[in-house]
């Protein structure tokens, strides 16, 4: 599915993004693949005033390539002596040279760079948008969420049609800025999901958790949240704000503590950022039923994201389990779907990597993972749930 039929606008200069084939491209993390070339499209003006506008052409397409070929090598036997290759991927041989504008500019607080592409990572306030991990087709949901959000990327995928073709940026309230909220029990796939979107729509993402800016940055939460705003912005990034309940919730009328003070101010300084941004935001939280009107009103859609039905949990038991994983032949799917009610998806994840831990414990022909060691590590993550949810311990 291409997203560059029409070429995109520059949000600078309101001018087209120029092709060009001297793009870079990080790979997908794996450590056997390098990437070279990958045409990107990006604006000439902003590239001379030193700022990163630029987009990748057919991102989604070479991400699924490196995707299959990452899972081709790993999947392979290599004899003997023989280690697996390492494959330099080049998507535009004849004109990758020399390496083009596309790289990683950190903003500060404020929205000044700070540096291009250094290890600044832990300094206060410093947001710097990563590569997806994750693709929709690693995303197991049931077909209501699903049709709910390839709904809403939907309005994402046609954005030129349908603000600049059918002219509804006369009547969109909310310009082309497209806000959405997943919600639901943790561990549910509402992370994997906005990283999904992001890989779908070929940009990267920047993920912002409200939790930690508060605890770790006392004082500095709203100075923040605009420097993440200014370097989505920027960077054409999606933003993610992860652990969202606090900001999403009323706002605060009595004000009797600097702590909810402090809520506020970051609340409000979210909406008037929201209101300059013409991105794509997406919050997740945990079941929020006080929703502040300010923020329903700017959202274009609320995503709920239950436990996985047996149906679902067995999918996502098997998309857990990699080719590599040795498996005893007792391992049945649907076995442990049924044995893994209440279990959400991060549980499943969770139990294993227990599960392989226990048959790493082991030598021989038991060191395999056998259906006991899933059932009981998925049983000793729910039993744990359990015990903290009832109060218990
Ligand atoms: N619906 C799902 N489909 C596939 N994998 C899932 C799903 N939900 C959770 N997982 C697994 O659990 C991990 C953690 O889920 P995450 O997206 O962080 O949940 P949340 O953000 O809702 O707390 C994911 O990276 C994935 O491995
Ligand atoms: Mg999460």
């Given at each position: 599915?291409?997203?560059?039929?029409?070429?995109?606008?520059?949000?600078?200069?309101?001018?087209?993004?120029?092709?060009?084939?001297?793009?870079?491209?990080?790979?997908?993390?794996?450590?056997?693949?390098?990437?070279r070339?990958?045409?990107?499209?990006?604006?000439?003006?902003?590239?001379?005033?030193?700022?990163?506008?630029?987009?990748?052409?057919?991102?989604a397409?070479?991400?699924?390539?490196?995707?299959?070929?990452?899972?081709?090598?790993?999947?392979?036997?290599?004899p003997?002596?023989?280690?697996?290759?390492?494959?330099?991927?080049?998507?535009n041989?004849?004109?990758?040279?020399?390496?083009?504008?596309?790289?990683?500019?950190?903003?500060?607080?404020?929205?000044?760079?700070?540096?291009?592409?250094?290890?600044?990572?832990?300094?206060?306030?410093?947001?710097?948008?990563?590569?997806?991990?994750?693709?929709?087709?690693?995303?197991?949901?049931?077909?209501?969420?699903?049709?709910?959000i390839?709904?809403?990327?939907?309005?994402?995928?046609?954005?030129?049609?349908?603000?600049?073709?059918w002219?509804?940026?006369?009547?969109?309230?909310?310009?082309?800025?497209?806000?959405?909220?997943?919600?639901?029990?943790?561990?549910?796939?509402?992370?994997?999901?906005?990283?999904?979107?992001?890989?779908?729509?070929?940009?990267?993402?920047?993920?912002?958790?409200?939790?930690?800016?508060?605890?770790?940055?006392?004082?500095?939460?709203?100075k923040?949240?605009?420097?993440?705003?200014?370097s989505?912005?920027?960077?054409?990034?999606?933003?993610?704000?992860?652990?969202?309940d606090?900001?999403?919730?009323?706002?605060?009328?009595?004000?009797?503590?600097?702590?909810?003070?402090?809520?506020?101010?970051?609340?409000?300084?979210?909406?008037?950022?929201?209101?300059?941004?013409?991105?794509?935001?997406?919050?997740?939280?945990?079941?929020?039923?006080?929703?502040?009107?300010?923020?329903?009103?700017?959202?274009?859609a609320?995503?709920?994201?239950?436990?996985?039905?047996?149906?679902?949990?067995?999918?996502?038991?098997?998309?857990?389990?990699?080719?590599?994983?040795?498996?005893?032949?007792?391992?049945?799917?649907?076995?442990?779907?049924?044995?893994?009610?209440?279990?959400?998806?991060?549980d499943?994840?969770?139990?294993?990597?227990?599960?392989?831990?226990?048959?790493?414990?082991?030598?021989?022909?038991?060191?395999?993972?056998?259906?006991?060691?899933?059932?009981?590590?998925?049983?000793?993550?729910?039993?744990?749930?359990?015990?903290?949810?009832?109060?218990?311990?």
């Amino acid at each position: 599915m291409s997203l560059l039929k029409r070429p995109p606008i520059c949000p600078y200069h309101g001018t087209p993004l120029v092709l060009s084939h001297h793009g870079t491209k990080s790979n997908t993390g794996s450590p056997l693949i390098e990437v070279r070339g990958a045409p990107i499209r990006y604006c000439p003006a902003c590239l001379a005033q030193g700022r990163d506008t630029s987009v990748e052409a057919e991102a989604a397409a070479s991400n699924a390539f490196l995707r299959k070929l990452e899972r081709l090598i790993e999947s392979s036997d290599f004899p003997g002596e023989l280690q697996r290759p390492l494959v330099q991927v080049d998507f535009n041989p004849r004109r990758a040279e020399p390496p083009g504008p596309a790289g990683g500019v950190i903003y500060s607080a404020g929205g000044q760079p700070v540096a291009e592409s250094s290890e600044a990572g832990e300094s206060i306030g410093s947001f710097r948008p990563r590569k997806p991990r994750h693709s929709l087709d690693q995303l197991v949901l049931d077909v209501d969420t699903l049709g709910r959000i390839r709904e809403a990327v939907n309005v994402l995928l046609a954005q030129d049609l349908l603000f600049d073709v059918w002219n509804l940026a006369a009547v969109a309230r909310t310009g082309r800025r497209v806000a959405l909220n997943f919600y639901g029990p943790p561990g549910t796939g509402k992370t994997l999901a906005a990283d999904a979107i992001a890989d779908l729509l070929g940009r990267e993402i920047l993920t912002i958790s409200y939790a930690e800016l508060e605890s770790k940055y006392v004082g500095e939460t709203p100075k923040n949240i605009k420097a993440a705003f200014a370097s989505a912005a920027t960077s054409g990034a999606l933003l993610f704000f992860d652990e969202a309940d606090s900001i999403l919730g009323k706002r605060l009328t009595s004000i009797s503590q600097s702590a909810d003070n402090s809520i506020n101010v970051a609340r409000s300084t979210t909406l008037i950022e929201l209101d300059n941004f013409d991105g794509v935001v997406i919050f997740a939280s945990n079941l929020v039923k006080n929703y502040d009107s300010a923020f329903l009103r700017r959202m274009l859609a609320h995503v709920a994201f239950r436990l996985p039905a047996a149906e679902q949990r067995q999918a996502i038991w098997q998309c857990h389990l990699p080719p590599q994983l040795p498996l005893a032949a007792d391992v049945d799917l649907t076995e442990l779907a049924r044995f893994s009610e209440g279990a959400a998806g991060g549980d499943i994840q969770n139990a294993v990597l227990l599960a392989a831990s226990y048959a790493s414990m082991r030598s021989g022909a038991e060191r395999v993972v056998a259906l006991h060691d899933l059932e009981r590590a998925i049983s000793f993550i729910l039993d744990g749930k359990r015990r903290i949810l009832d109060g218990s311990e």
